[in-house]
């Protein structure tokens, strides 16, 4: 089970899990055992997940999310099997948790009077600079 907020937990059998042999350095070690998880979440199948959640996750423009709608997530980075699958589902869990969270809206400002001359300063100073860089005058 994993608990996204106090109101949205997803329950273990929407989640599918393989484990898989690892990929680079490691020896014999990699080549024996099978420590890679490739962890699954289908946002359409899911009935733990709120349908508005689900339109936020298909938005999202991520590489792990497949066109056909999966979380299609790798952890590879330990020697340890269960430590590769608690990384998974921590990735999954971060990324619903933020396509949960509402973004705040921008609200358009006027540049204050201040930042206005420092500007104009900067574009005087710089014009300054480059008429400098003439020829001198004989």
Known sequence: MLIISPTITIPAQEIDMQFIRAQGAGGQHVNKTSTAVH????????????????QRLLKLRDHRLSPSGKIIIKSQDSRSQEINRQNALKQLQSMIQDANKRQKKRIATQPTKASKRRRVDAKTQKGQLKKLRGKPAI
């Open 39 to 54: 962890l699954f979440f289908d946002i359409h199948a899911s009935q733990a997940v709120p349908d508005y959640l689900k």
